[in-house]
């Protein structure tokens, strides 16, 4: 198992990296964006340490790096500026399908909290998880942990033709189980929040590990082009997947090695790979003919 861990820009990284990604686990900064998807620094949203990020570029480098039948899982919320939701979001899932991708599903990730809630509206406790995929996904191993009410009943029920009339259905052969495929909103509290204090917005591990094993399986390439405090790295190596991770912090990638026990002898079978967006630029091959990807 390799595990690669690229200090760099996304948008300069992927173009190094071959496309033999599996799944894309990832969640971007909120960000505002104008129509033709320039970041818009005015209104003081966070900028990451100082650094911004091309979001056409890292689209296009996504589409490239992915696998036939491979998926990207996209979590994003809108910052809402002046009162106003910026439809951050909206835009990139168009810009998304424009290169290429097809829109899967729009998962929503219900995460039961919240900070510094407005005191003229509800309180928003969902990100979006937009699922794409390069054509028809070739994995999906869907969780059945949803309880389902008619346990034990035979499977009836109707269906709506296109001229309005609708039919009744049923299949004796097939007997309701106790549990079912869960909905596509996912209740998930973000437990991880507070430990990794070095990090301002940690990725819930549970999220992670649910996406990685719904769309990937054991050995495949997974990649994280924005990898934060390293979620989706750590739970990788707990699956058993390939992982590529890229983050432009230095800091951030520090925290990533401590956090993972970096080359230690805990994980013996796991070969540690650090390199940096200038080694790549000195040998654009290295992924490929030293570290053999």
């Known amino acids: 198992m390799k595990i690669i861990l690229i200090n760099g820009k996304a948008e300069y990284v992927l173009p190094y990296i071959p496309p033999i990604i599996n799944l894309t686990v990832t969640s971007p900064p909120y960000d505002d964006m104008d129509k033709n998807y320039n970041p818009i620094q005015k209104n003081g949203l966070r900028d990451y340490k100082g650094y911004s990020w091309d979001f056409k570029a890292i689209a296009q480098g996504l589409f490239k790096v992915t696998t036939e039948g491979g998926v990207v899982v996209w979590v994003v919320g809108d910052p809402t500026i002046y009162g106003n939701e910026s439809l951050a979001s909206s835009l990139q899932k168009i810009y998304f399908k424009k290169t290429g991708f097809n829109i899967h599903d729009t998962m929503i990730w219900i995460k039961n909290q919240l900070s510094f809630p407005d005191n003229n509206k509800y309180y928003n ?162 992924m490929t003919k030293e570290h053999k990807v």
């Open 125 to 286: 406790a969902f990100e979006y998880m937009f699922i794409l995929s390069k054509g028809k996904p070739k994995t999906f191993n869907p969780i059945k942990d949803k309880i389902n009410v008619g346990e034990g009943r035979k499977w009836s029920g109707t269906h709506r033709k296109k001229t309005g009339e609708t039919i009744n259905v049923k299949n004796d052969n097939y007997i309701r189980q106790k549990y079912g495929v869960r909905w596509n909103y996912w209740l998930i509290y973000n437990q991880s929040r507070g430990i990794h204090s070095e990090h301002p917005a940690t990725f819930p591990e549970k999220l992670a590990h649910d996406h990685i094993i719904t769309w990937s399986n054991e050995n495949d390439w997974i990649l994280d082009p924005m990898t934060g405090s390293g979620t989706v790295m750590k739970k990788c190596i707990e699956l058993n997947h390939n992982c590529i991770g890229v983050e432009i912090s230095e800091e951030y990638c520090n925290l990533i090695k401590k956090r993972l026990n970096w080359n230690s002898s805990i994980n013996p079978d796991i070969e540690f790979i650090y390199l940096t967006e200038q080694d790549l630029l000195n040998e654009p091959s290295i």
